[in-house]
């Protein structure tokens, strides 16, 4: 690697680098206004994130307007659903439908590989853009769902608050459950090898519904399927990092860092010094502002940013929030938090 190299992808292969570069989850969407003007054009958000021109252009407008240090594709988790068989919508104020879900033997038994150049080519467009003309200024990042979060929305057919489906198919048809969780991992696996192959420097998988398992749940059904994810990664393409996020993950983050990932990101529920003592220090961290601090103050933000960068001081650090920034977050804010990122070296010296 040399200093032309971007930074966020030098962070994250372990390199020394002069800061802990930043970018923000969900930093394409609806907070901005570019993005809601966009969408009013465009009301469907399988044509915005399935039609390249508006996967790319929605993909930049946080880079034209922060500069952020990692450019992630503007797309969905389920993207690749339609791929294996499993369709989807995804409604406006409702979330994701899955109809029929995913039930039966029978429904797992009809499920399809996954051939992403085929089933997702303008994933590949979008990231082969997006590398091309993001260049060295920032990172290219890719994404993926994680299995257990995959079967839970097929499983569900929607979003849930209880996922008493799936964890009823857990428990009374095990067999059945993990039939679906190997398929959707070794797709997944082929899903993130093409977008590497396509463009993206660093992957985040999201697990985003495996902290509502219990921990000895999480090592059965969540943990074993991301393992085979990275594994069959990691046999391909052992060079390129690899991010794990689950929401709500503070009772399994030691269990999250035997998966073989490179970075872990921490939601906010964590401190970050308590995040960074339960991880083996060759693991990287990511994150972890509460994006609820986004509404307040910029002296507020300024003060938690520099609190958290110091307390992962040590470590291979990427600044983030715990989750995704929030609709209705001013966008003034989001600057602040970018710019305070890029500027906390001076910041720290003259807390000191």
Not at 62 to 73: E, Q, S, T
Not at 106 to 119: G, I, N, S, Y
Not at 321 to 350: C, M, Q, S, W
Request: hydrophobic share 40%.
């Amino acid at each position: 690697m040399t200093e032309s190299a971007p930074l966020l992808l030098r962070a994250a292969r372990g390199e020394q680098v002069e800061r802990p570069p930043v970018w923000m989850m969900r930093q394409a969407g609806r907070y901005m206004k570019v993005y809601r003007d966009l969408r009013d054009r465009h009301p469907g958000f399988r044509e915005r994130s399935e039609n390249p021109d508006l996967s790319y252009e929605i993909s930049m407008q946080p880079f034209h307007a922060f500069r952020p240090d990692g450019v992630i594709l503007f797309s969905d988790i389920l993207t690749p659903l339609p791929g294996m068989g499993i369709d989807f919508d995804i409604i406006e104020s409702k979330g994701p439908i899955i109809e029929p879900a995913i039930r039966s033997q029978a429904q797992v038994d009809a499920l399809r590989p996954l051939d992403p150049a085929e089933a997702l080519p303008f994933v590949g467009e979008v990231l082969k853009r997006l590398r091309a003309d993001v260049g060295n200024a920032a990172a290219v990042l890719g994404f993926v769902g994680a299995p257990w979060t995959l079967a839970a929305y097929a499983v569900e057919g929607k979003s849930s608050k209880t996922y008493s489906v799936i964890k009823a198919m857990a428990f009374q048809e095990p067999a059945l459950l993990h039939q679906l969780l190997g398929h959707l991992a070794d797709q997944i696996a082929t899903y993130v090898r093409y977008q590497i192959d396509s463009g993206a420097q660093v992957v985040q998988l999201f697990d985003s519904w495996a902290g509502q398992l219990s921990p000895t749940d999480y090592d059965v059904f969540a943990a074993p399927y991301q393992k085979r994810v990275i594994d069959q990664v990691k046999a391909t393409h052992p060079d390129t990092p690899l991010i794990l996020y689950i929401s709500g993950s503070a009772g399994v983050l030691e269990r999250m860092a035997t998966t073989g990932v490179d970075f872990i990101s921490l939601d906010w529920t964590v401190d970050m010094a308590d995040g960074c003592a339960r991880l083996p220090q060759h693991l990287g961290v990511q994150g972890n502002v509460d994006p609820g601090l986004l509404f307040g103050t910029p002296e507020a933000i300024r003060a938690r940013i520099l609190d958290t960068v110091r307390k992962a001081r040590g470590r291979r650090h990427i600044l983030n929030l715990g989750h995704g920034i929030l609709p209705g977050t001013p966008e003034d804010n989001a600057r602040v938090f970018f710019e305070t990122g890029k500027a906390v070296n001076e910041l720290l010296g003259a807390a000191v």
